[in-house]
């Protein structure tokens, strides 16, 4: 193995892990009392912040607020739920994560990778690290617009109004979940804390996603890469007589792909459940929320602004994250299709006319286009959710 492809595995191990927070839960030596203090301390933090953001979401329910806040209130606190949900599947099935990364390596240790292989997987490198940072800068996008611009648009809008420009005066325009006095000296701090409280829970959530979506493309890319050997398989050595050992080598790592796809169809099954069910909620939530955004008299500038910039910010992240995950199903999809047909080409002298005949029917069962019709189910269910909110909403009026 070169010592390129060696760094590869290497920046995808690192990668993973750095996303997840997760390399203390994959520590091969025996636990320290430090590393099982860690452990403990960042499982509770990473609970702690997504449950005391829900609950502050349900206990600032007021019955006299409109019904889209409501609604709002608990669409986040389901979608904090959902990410609490996700984190105790990773942590059960933290040993997947070893194995995928020991097949991961021994797959490209194997001798017969060609230079197409090793630039597959450098661009799948360098696509992942992309998105991770494109993300990593929408969400401090999210972040700046969720708490310094309505910080800095405070005392516009006291001048706008003419009211005497005081420090009260300034921090009863900063939006918050709660409903406080405007003399509150905790209105301040109750803005700090959602906003940071927000942002972390957010990005944990976003994290573990992107890593999610890492893992799959990696498989998919292995899929390329596999189906390129196939068909290049007469040209893996120029000794006929060791054509089987060669053929045998990519079956073993087929089989290979094949259990790693079942690993993680059984993993991932219920958290893309649970990730359509919030996906549902959250949008139609949003969407309501950001079609209610005050616009009467009694509604200041900033509570104008700072409320349609981020539930527009937070549903583009929502519909963004949707579908990526259709679209990564998709190509997924597709590779394995190719891959099947790279098969189907070469298997003259190997198979007879029956298992043919078997291999274009697993061609033909396997070429089903679910990804985007997934996502086109997932945005009617919530535009039904959004005018069922609207509805009701016009029942409360």
Known sequence: MTKLALSQIGDIHYYILRNLKLDIFLNDKEDTVITKLQKYVLTLFIIGIVQTFA?????SYDPADPFEEKAMHWGISLNMTCFLIKFIRIISN???????????????????????????LTKAIDFCKKIDKNCMYFMVFIYLVWFL???????????????????????????????????????????????????????????????????VYMLQTQFMVLCDSVKRRHDLTSNDDKEPLAL??????????????????????????VQLLDSVFLIGCIGSSLTSTPTTKDASLIDVLANFVQFASFLCLALAELFMYCWLSHITNESNQKLA???????DWYLNLGGKRDLVLTILLSQ???SFRAFDMVVRLSYSYFTMLKQFAKGEE
């Open 55 to 59: 609950i502050l979401q349900v206990t």
């Open 94 to 120: 933290i040993g997947l994560f070893k194995s995928l990364f020991i097949d991961f390596e021994r797959m490209n240790c194997n001798q017969h990778r060609s230079d197409y292989a090793r630039e597959v």
């Open 149 to 215: 611009v309505p910080a800095l648009l405070s005392p516009f809008v006291v001048l706008v109004n003419q009211e005497e420009m005081t420090y009260d005066s300034i921090t009863s325009h900063l939006p918050t979940t709660f409903s406080f006095k405007v003399n509150s000296p905790f209105r301040e701090i109750r803005y700090v804390f959602e906003s940071v409280n927000c942002f972390v829970a957010t990005a944990l959530l976003q994290s573990a996603n992107l890593s999610f979506f890492v893992i």
């Open 248 to 273: 045998k080598k990519l079956i073993k790592d087929h089989v290979t792909l094949l259990r790693i796809s079942k690993n993680l169809k059984e993993f991932l099954s219920p958290l893309l459940m």
């Open 341 to 347: 047909s790279a098969i189907f080409e070469t298997s």
């Open 368 to 370: 089903r286009d679910t």
